[in-house]
């Protein structure tokens, strides 16, 4: 007879504990794929345009995923995203473009005196059904409620890089490790953040109540961080950090 392995007895999560670490539920939120995010045009990325591609996402994932390719944002849209000029928007949009990030068309003619709209598509999700391509593939997912909040838009490049680092680090563990995320200096260098920048990009973020950094059991060295992603789940209770104003999802769309 083959006795149960006590590391694996209680691996099974409740359905409350799956609720707490799940997407969540009545609120719209943005899937973005691993492999996207752990991709070398990503790292690359300046915060403008981070911040561009952040408000395409969250138009495209608040509006049941059925408009890509005639996502309309105006440019006082993308302002509050964080980009503060104009100049700057269109920079960031011409760059994405050319990393083949987001597609853009010219939209109706609704003035015959003024410009049409650009339109735009994001190249990672299927345009009309919406759906990441390969909906097998590895992702993570965000509130809209939190991508949208000042804490998140005002966040500079290398506090969203890090931030990356850990939902990845969080699907790696299939959400289960929120609160005990672990993630050495050298991973966090390896997506593009510079290690003397690493220790004040935690405290900015730690600042806007995004993240919560603890400490581990003492090795050798030294105690390692242990991070928990204040707006998702863990096993041990719902999230915890709370955008202001949320705007529910209607039942139906």
């Known amino acids: 007879m083959v006795k149960p392995n006590p590391k694996t007895r209680n ?23 691993v492999a996207i995010m752990d991709g070398e045009g990503w790292h690359g990325l300046s915060v403008n345009e981070r911040r561009v591609l952040d408000a395409l996402i969250c138009q495209h994932f608040r509006y049941f995923q059925k408009d ?66 390969d909906a097998n593939r590895n992702f993570v997912f965000v509130p809209v409620e939190a991508m949208e909040s000042p804490e998140w838009c005002r966040l500079s490049i290398n506090a969203r890089r890090i931030l990356d680092r850990l939902m990845i680090e969080n699907r790696r563990h299939n959400y289960e490790k929120n609160g005990a ?45 242990l991070y928990r992603l204040t707006f998702l789940g863990t096993i041990d209770g719902p999230a915890t950090w709370k955008a202001p104003n949320v705007v529910f999802l209607p039942k139906k769309p």
Request: charge should be positive.
């Open 11 to 33: 691996s099974r999560l409740n359905k409350i504990q799956q609720r707490w670490i799940g997407p969540p539920q009545g609120r719209p939120w943005a899937k973005i794929p």
């Open 181 to 225: 995320l672990r993630v050495s200096y050298s991973q966090f260098e390896g997506h593009g953040v510079g290690g003397r920048l690493i220790a004040p990009s935690l405290q900015e973020i730690e600042a806007t109540g995004l993240l919560v950094v603890t400490r581990g059991k003492r090795r050798r060295v030294s105690e390692p961080n």
């Open 68 to 133: 890509n390719g005639d996502l309309q944002i105006s440019y006082s849209g993308f302002k509050l995203a964080g980009v503060t000029h104009g100049k700057y928007v269109s920079s960031a949009i011409k760059n994405l473009l050319a990393i083949n990030m987001i597609q853009t068309k010219e939209g109706l003619r609704v003035n015959p005196t003024m410009r049409p709209s650009a339109l735009y598509g994001i190249a990672f999700y299927r345009s009309g059904a919406g759906y990441i391509k």
